[in-house]
């Protein structure tokens, strides 16, 4: 009967050796391949089946840059003429805005969307801005449940790029539009210089002083209303003329609209 021995002979030895090293090998290259990323990686995140808590822009959105609500035109850092794609998420707040159809660069962009009629709170969406230079004076509407504020000279604004854009600027030129408690205070110039408005339909009364000449602080449309250009429930264009201060003003009933008297007042306006 041959005797067999517990002892490992050299052979055995040698082809246990040489399969260890390759073993080694092999779990080497796997790991070097993986980690250069090389082969078939695992799903990026993104199309994962895990709930991610980015929300999740509309369908509208685009190619546009995601933004938030409080972003402003400011933030962008770009020249006049630039444009700037931007997709305002859903679920959007309101935040301040200042002008109409041009706003100021410090505007609520997304907010100003909405007051343009191209996004909802609710939905957000995708909208094109083209920043424009200084303009002397800003106004302000109430449209699609947002209140914009009037405002003077500022140093940048932007529109948003749409197929109607330039007939709305030529528009918002020859007329700026402004609510009925906007006042005259926001308009900068000389004296006798001259600046057009446009009153909306369905007026409010707010507060005048004097009769002819008014003080600045007053409502440009009540004050046109008392003037007899137009009636508070048809609105319509006005024009005013920059005045100096007066030293009293007096109240009068006109058309309507009942004024009060004054002290001295450092500047005024007329309605022509």
Known sequence: MPSYSSTPSRKQIKFCCIFLVLATLTVSCSKLKTESGGGHSS??????????????????????????????ATSLGGAA???????????????????SDVYTSDSSICTAAVHSGLVTFQQGGTVTIELRPARAI?????????TTSPYGSYLS?????????ESVLREADEQTPVMWNTSASMVGGDNGKTW????????????????DVYTADSSICNAAV???????ESGGPV????RPGES?????????????????????????
């Open 138 to 146: 800003y106004g302000s509407s109430e449209r699609n449940g947002v």
């Open 43 to 72: 799903a990026p995140a993104e199309n994962s089946n895990t709930a991610s808590s980015t929300p999740v822009p509309p369908a509208s959105t685009g190619n546009g840059k995601f933004t938030t609500w409080e972003e402003k």
């Open 81 to 99: 003429g630039q444009m700037f794609t931007l997709a305002c998420e859903p679920g959007g707040t309101a935040h301040s805005v200042w002008g």
């Open 239 to 242: 024009t005013i003329e920059l």
């Open 157 to 165: 604004s932007f529109v948003f790029k749409t197929p109607n854009t």
């Open 196 to 211: 057009k408005f446009k009153c909306p339909a369905n007026g409010r009364e707010a507060s005048v002083w004097g009769t």
């Open 248 to 272: 009293s003003y007096k109240g009068s009933s006109r058309n309507g609209i009942k004024t009060n008297d004054y002290g001295a007042y450092g500047r005024s306006f007329v309605v022509k």
């Open 226 to 232: 008392h003037a007899g250009k137009f009636t508070s």
